[in-house]
């Protein structure tokens, strides 16, 4: 059992560390297509390889009923086009340090959201967890200088950023309902293709064919990798993630995203890896560990006092 839950805990790091390089293909796709449409075809390509793995891999379907598919469509609208019609927003508009500050802020909202309508029970050291794993992204996203917070002000982006975090936590908390009946691999395939249809409208009034023959190779494989890696695999694990252990300790991992973000910047894009980005990294680590193991302080209490 502790075998498997280490798995999990695994599939989730890499889920979510694969999600920190989406701030680096979005912003080389959203050089040639607008917010909407980028996202339209990063899930429609998504959906085109997803459907054939449903398939293979899930002989025993369940047919969705009528509340299903209103469960899925909300995922679909939530998490798949509201969530990236504002992230990708945020990519192209916002300071960097803003949108990866209100990413990074996701665990705080769907701990109250679990807490509130799921009934997870939420431990101290999940808690404490995840305050200092929040820490060290901030500290990582404001490079050492978290006095910047209170210089960047309030701006009209903010909203589309609360949009974004909003919708994700709400995608997030109806998953884990919904994947009481379903497969990790079935509920992103149908939250997949109801976004999918979503984005739809928005992708045709942005975007024409002349935007699409022009876009250079780059677009399209900084889209790709969007398809396959930071949707099709990751939301297959992090789903998975949830359904093992719920949807506020699954949410600790998003912590991670930074530090990913800021690991592939130096490598792929020669930006600078600084000594705080590595004190942040050790907190968002340091964080999620405490986060994982709620009996962890526990344990060390009882050795403690039954050896006095």
């Keep these: 059992m502790k075998k498997k839950l280490w798995i999990t805990y695994g599939m989730l790091t890499l889920a979510t560390a694969t999600w920190g390089s989406a701030f ?28 054939p793995i449903m398939w293979v891999m899930e002989k025993n379907r369940k047919k969705p ?54 009934k997870e029970t939420i431990t101290k050291n999940h808690v404490l967890g995840m305050v200092i794993a929040l820490s060290g992204a901030t500290y990582i996203i404001t490079d050492g200088h978290i006095i910047d917070l209170f210089k960047l002000g309030f701006e009209p982006i903010d909203f589309v950023l609360l949009g974004a975090v909003v919708s994700w936590a709400i995608y997030s908390v109806v998953g884990k309902v919904v994947l009481k009946k379903y497969s990790s691999v079935e509920s992103t395939t149908y939250a997949v293709a ?12 942005d975007t024409t064919w002349r935007d699409v023959t022009q876009a250079n190779v780059v677009t399209w494989l900084a889209i790709a990798h969007m398809s396959i890696f930071v949707t099709v695999i990751s939301f297959i694990m992090y789903y998975y993630g949830i359904k093992q ?19 592939m910047a130096t490598f792929f894009l020669g930006e600078t890896f600084t000594t705080a980005h590595a004190i942040g990294a050790l907190l968002v680590l340091s964080g999620v560990f405490i986060g994982t193991n709620p009996s962890l302080f526990k344990r060390k209490w009882l050795k403690k006092n039954t050896a006095a």
């Design 24 to 51: 680096i293909a979005g912003k080389l796709a959203v050089q040639s297509f607008e917010p909407a449409t980028v996202a339209f075809i990063r899930f429609l390509g998504a959906a085109i390889l997803l459907f």
């Design 65 to 118: 009923t009528i509340k299903d598919l209103g469960l899925f469509a909300i995922l679909g609208l939530t998490g798949i086009a509201l969530y990236n019609i504002c992230f990708f927003i945020a990519t192209k508009h916002a300071p960097v340090i803003k949108s990866s500050l209100f990413i990074a802020s996701n665990p705080v909202l769907i701990v109250l959201l679990s807490g509130l309508f799921l």
């Design 194 to 205: 109801f976004g999918t249809l979503f984005l739809l409208p928005f992708a045709l009034a």
């Design 245 to 263: 252990v719920g949807a506020a300790k699954a949410s600790i991992f998003i912590n991670v995203m930074p530090v990913s973000a800021v690991l």
